[in-house]
């Protein structure tokens, strides 16, 4: 008796609840169908979550399964809510939902978009729910061969998502809150050399000025 309720206490420590949901993206992209799947495993002794998200890559033409991305973000706050994950996606490739609103830097769970202006799609998918300025991204550039491969620069160093892109310079530009009475600026410029993003100014604005 006493072995049996030592191992039942001991399956209870371990146990965990999973969760999540699917969805499939077939208007985000010109040359991909995505399916997203969340899963947040919860457990029943400490109440911490544990979330990984997988990415299911689709070639429009083919209908071949291209890729699979994995990402593990942040336990804290609810990335993937009540259908978030779902509805909460923007493409500037084909216009779903680029005019919707942003709130507090916030531009949805999963984006498609240029990110280095090579006039091929990539990925935006956040990964923190984030403080004042706002929740951060993941970036996955689409390399020449249709692959997306992580940018750790963007991920690491611009972390939210840009407020404004700018084709003719090849700039992006974030604005987050600083503090109570300011704005942050924060412009990248695409390194030709290399490919790839660096930061190349930062500034301060007053809240009226934004």
Same mark, same amino acid.
């Given at each position: 008796?006493?072995?049996?309720?030592?191992? $039942?206490?001991?399956?209870?420590?371990?146990?965990? $609840?999973?969760?999540?949901?699917? !969805?499939?993206?077939?208007?985000?992209?010109?040359? #991909?169908?995505? /399916?997203?799947?969340? /899963? +947040? $495993?919860?457990?029943?002794?400490?109440?911490?979550?544990? !979330?990984?998200?997988?990415?299911?890559?689709?070639?429009?033409?083919?209908?071949?399964?291209?890729?699979?991305?994995?990402? @593990?973000?942040?336990?804290?706050?609810?990335?993937?809510?009540?259908?978030?994950?779902?509805? =909460?996606?923007? =493409?500037?490739?084909?216009?779903?939902?680029?005019?919707?609103?942003?709130?507090?830097?916030?531009?949805?769970?999963?984006?498609?978009?240029?990110?280095? #202006?090579? =006039?091929? *799609?990539? @990925?935006?998918?956040?990964?923190?729910?984030?403080?004042?300025?706002?929740?951060?991204?993941?970036?996955?550039?689409?390399?020449?061969?249709?692959?997306?491969?992580?940018?750790?620069?963007?991920?690491?160093?611009? *972390?939210?998502?840009?407020?404004?892109?700018?084709?003719?310079? +090849?700039?992006?530009?974030?604005?987050?809150?600083?503090?109570?009475?300011?704005?942050? *600026?924060?412009?990248?410029?695409?390194?030709?050399?290399?490919?790839? !993003?660096?930061?190349?100014?930062? +500034?301060?604005? *007053?809240?009226?000025?934004?």
């Amino acid at each position: 008796m006493t072995y049996k309720l030592t191992a $039942l206490l001991t399956l209870m420590i371990i146990v965990k $609840l999973s969760y999540g949901q699917t !969805c499939s993206h077939n208007d985000l992209s010109t040359k #991909f169908d995505f /399916r997203t799947t969340f /899963r +947040r $495993l919860k457990s029943i002794t400490t109440g911490y979550d544990s !979330c990984i998200i997988s990415i299911n890559i689709v070639d429009k033409l083919t209908k071949k399964h291209t890729q699979t991305i994995t990402l @593990i973000p942040s336990a804290d706050g609810d990335i993937f809510s009540d259908g978030d994950g779902c509805n =909460s996606v923007r =493409s500037y490739t084909t216009g779903k939902n680029v005019n919707a609103q942003s709130t507090d830097g916030d531009y949805g769970v999963f984006i498609i978009a240029d990110f280095n #202006f090579d =006039s091929k *799609e990539d @990925i935006a998918v956040k990964n923190d729910v984030g403080g004042n300025s706002g929740p951060t991204y993941t970036y996955y550039i689409q390399n020449k061969n249709g692959q997306f491969l992580i940018d750790s620069y963007l991920t690491d160093n611009m *972390e939210f998502f840009p407020t404004f892109f700018n084709k003719k310079k +090849r700039t992006l530009t974030t604005v987050v809150f600083a503090d109570v009475a300011h704005l942050g *600026e924060t412009t990248f410029k695409l390194n030709t050399l290399n490919n790839s !993003c660096i930061k190349t100014g930062h +500034r301060f604005l *007053e809240m009226k000025d934004k």
